[in-house]
């Protein structure tokens, strides 16, 4: 035993770990591979992963993919109805173009998330249970295509939580999922 | 001007040397006078950044709503800049001189570099804190991480290079004081210098990556560059943005062995097992960047996993190892001088009066359960999608930094009063009031912070969300409740920090000079280096298993609990 204000004996090295010392290594060690191991597994058999494909992509080509997107979709009073299995959302200073759109429960979407302008912030939750949400980062140059499957019927609502100027706190958008 | 000169006033020989009448330690006027001038920049700054917390925490307490949102985001950005940077850089470098020249004997080499790294510092950080406080339309506030291409003021990034130059300036005589030490010698340095090394080594790659991320994104603003892409800016930027708070680790980390030493009587249990410990931190922590790029798009989820568990969680098994070893120091220290018997006695007749002793326990014990569980449980790459840029991952922020940093350093530079600045405390209640005050305080507001993003899923960096959203019906106003409690004990955490600044230039400006040869009330019972002779196997250290043991419970029961809460969300993702 020495203590930290002077140099260690010179054996230092070879002097016996306490055996209380040694266990908790053990436990430590084991916690520490044990969540790596859930972790990593979680991405092959579990059912949220932030993973997707990105594609570069000048911003204002995204705003008018969305713009052919926004062509194409049904106009209802709840919102957008995609043409198929694809939803383009386009996060700008102070709207998520794009929506409110309308999504049926229990299909599996492709969500293309991208930017105009800044860095936003896409996060998404039922009205009725906000302990359920999720939140991912948006760029401009980048178009994230990530699936999501909405399994209850209900209004989602989409917050913007990246910092994006004076008006950011005003950026709200809305997914009405029905029934399927 | 004459009672700042007096601060920096002690008997020293014809050498310029004192022996410390707590540490024992030979002290050198250079070390000793630039260890208080880079403290008390500190405290300023804390006071600084102190008075924004108020701004900030009572907008988003929104049944008061003090600020518009134009000033929110500018209070904000004071508040994150001159807490989580100038306080705690400033205390960094302090922490530099003591655990390199101070614990070692020496003079501080290189003084005109140490006073050109201060007033370089300085610069710095007077100049971010003006072009936060005085930027103008179209430009915005750039909060703590000015992501492009959102625009921010070019001084912005030129002043915060500055700052990064001056601390790198003010780090080099500690670096010299090593490579002079160890040069001839195969000497191997006392631990708390071998931290505070391993420290300076963290801090270096830090401050590389924050010069590379500030030039990339001015180059940028100045023209010339054309574009900025704004996932290299987060790469770059989070190497100095998650690097900064490693070194607020390490340095901790080093002041809990040093700290918990002199005030407690602690012991290195092992030497070989805290070594390596700082040897992972070393090598693995600062892939901890990564963790603020889990729900990003362009990275890999193989690069994800591999960096945000710091390669098989490298270095949280090293934090673990801390975990064990310092409450272990203290246990074995106290039991081999007969203080405390059963399984806990050691600890409950520690000197829990002392503010020094009381801070860095409080701190050890909230930043473990508090930030240390929750960094963990958010870095998880699937978890982080319900953590991400929520009021939570602020409260985890707030229990690493505002909980365990600060109450180490509070801890720290009440010592440094007493020993350095050689005064008595204007009041013992009061000073010994603050730990419990603070601890308190900030911890119950920290788990508001926690339970507003993960129960609620409340944004952060927002002036407003949880009563009105506005052009929209939707709004937060569930998480009301969990406001009320969060404002109140914000309101105490602040007037806890004012007790601290309050107590602190109350002692060096009106506090008694204490005797030569007085201890001030620091030393643990039996004095520093009381002895029983019994090897380290004949102590018992039942105590701290258990508390680690506890610990563990905790960390399995939160880690199962954000699981369950992300198993229920509806799937995402490839």
């Not at chain 2, 680790?249 to 062995?257: E, H, K, N, P, R």
């Not at chain 2, 602190?504 to 039996?526: K, N, Q, T, Y």
Request: some cysteine; glycine content about 10%.
């Amino acid at each position: 035993m020495s203590n930290p204000l002077d140099d260690p004996d010179d054996d230092w090295w070879n002097s016996p770990v306490h055996r209380r010392e040694s266990i908790w290594l053990g436990l430590a060690g084991a916690w520490s591979l044990g969540i790596f191991t859930w972790m990593a597994g979680f991405t092959q058999f579990g059912d949220q992963n932030p993973v997707g494909t990105t594609y570069e992509v000048d911003p204002d080509q995204y705003q008018e993919r969305v713009g052919e997107y926004k062509e194409a979709a049904e106009e209802t009073d709840d919102g957008l109805i995609p043409p198929e299995d694809d939803v383009y959302v386009g996060a700008m200073r102070f709207n998520w173009d794009g929506l409110p759109a309308v999504l049926e429960a229990g299909r599996e979407y492709d969500i293309h998330l991208g930017a105009y302008d800044v860095q936003h912030g896409f996060s998404v939750r039922p009205e009725e249970n906000l302990n359920k949400q999720i939140n991912l980062q948006v760029f401009p140059g980048s178009e994230w295509v990530i699936p999501m499957t909405f399994d209850e019927p209900g209004t989602y609502h989409v917050v913007c939580n990246e910092f994006c100027g004076q008006g950011h706190r005003t950026m709200h958008g809305r997914f009405t999922v029905v029934e399927g | 001007m004459s009672a700042i000169a007096s601060l920096f006033r002690n008997d020293y020989d014809a050498d310029g040397f004192r022996t410390c009448s707590v540490t024992g330690l030979d002290i050198h006027q250079s070390v000793e006078n630039y260890v208080k001038l880079f403290g008390l920049t500190a405290v300023i700054a804390l006071a600084v950044g102190g008075s924004f917390a108020f701004s900030v925490a009572m907008t988003r307490w929104e049944f008061i709503g003090l600020l518009d949102p134009s000033s929110y985001y500018t209070h904000l950005s004071m508040h994150a800049w001159n807490l989580l940077i100038f306080w705690m850089v400033f205390m960094e470098i302090a922490v530099l001189y003591v655990g390199g020249p101070m614990v070692l004997g020496r003079e501080l080499p290189l003084r005109r570099l140490a006073a050109l790294g201060w007033v370089t510092m300085v610069v710095g950080a007077i100049g971010v804190n003006a072009s936060i406080w005085l930027a103008e339309a179209p430009n915005e506030a750039p909060l703590l991480t000015a992501y492009v291409p959102l625009p921010v003021t070019p001084w912005f990034y030129a002043t915060a290079i500055v700052f990064l130059l001056g601390a790198t300036i003010a780090a080099l005589p500690f670096f010299a004081t090593i490579w002079t030490e160890t040069r001839d010698s195969h000497r191997t340095l006392p631990l708390v210098a071998f931290g505070a090394f391993v420290t300076g080594i963290i801090a270096v790659e830090a401050i590389l990556g924050g010069i590379a991320a500030f030039a990339y994104a001015l180059a940028w603003r100045i023209d010339l560059i054309a574009s900025v892409d704004p996932g290299i800016y987060r790469q770059l930027y989070w190497i100095v943005g998650h690097g900064t708070q490693q070194i607020n680790l390490l340095a901790m980390i080093t002041v809990w062995y040093f700290l918990t030493h002199v005030v407690g009587g602690a012991v290195v249990i092992s030497e070989k097992v805290s070594r390596t410990a700082f040897i992972l931190y070393l090598f693995f922590i600062n892939l901890g960047a990564a963790h603020h790029l889990l729900v990003d798009p362009g990275v890999s989820a193989g690069w994800r996993i591999w960096n945000t568990s710091y390669a098989f969680y490298g270095a949280a098994f090293a934090s673990m190892i801390h975990a064990f070893a310092i409450p272990a120091g203290i246990e074995a220290g106290r039991r081999r001088r007969g203080q405390g018997g059963g399984l806990f006695g050691w600890l409950t007749s520690a000197p829990w009066r002392n503010p020094v002793f009381a801070s860095t326990v409080f701190s050890i014990i909230l930043f473990g359960f508090l930030g240390g569980i929750t960094g963990v449980v958010m870095g998880q790459i699937q978890v982080n999608m319900t953590w991400h840029n929520t009021l939570a991952t602020v409260g985890h922020f707030h229990a690493t930094v505002a909980l365990g940093t600060t109450l180490a350093f509070f801890g720290l530079v009440l010592f440094v009063i007493k020993t350095m600045f050689r005064r008595d405390f204007v009041s013992d209640a009061l000073a010994s009031a603050i730990p419990y005050a603070y601890g308190a305080a900030m911890s119950v507001a920290t788990l508001m912070l926690m339970y507003a993003g993960i129960l609620y899923g409340v944004p952060r960096r927002t002036a407003e969300a949880v009563r009105n959203i506005p052009g929209s019906e939707f709004s937060f106003s569930a998480a009301i409740p969990i406001f009320m409690i969060f404002g109140i004990f914000a309101l105490l955490a602040i007037l806890s920090g004012v007790l601290f600044v309050g107590v602190s230039v109350g002692s060096l400006l009106f506090g008694g000079r204490l005797a030569e040869g007085d201890d001030g009330g620091m030393l643990p019972e039996g004095g520093l280096h009381a002895d029983g002779g019994e090897p380290i196997h004949a102590v018992e250290l039942r105590g701290t298993f258990a508390l680690c043991l506890i610990f563990l419970g905790v960390f399995a029961a939160v880690y199962v609990l954000n699981w369950y809460l992300l198993t229920q969300l509806w799937a995402i993702g490839a």
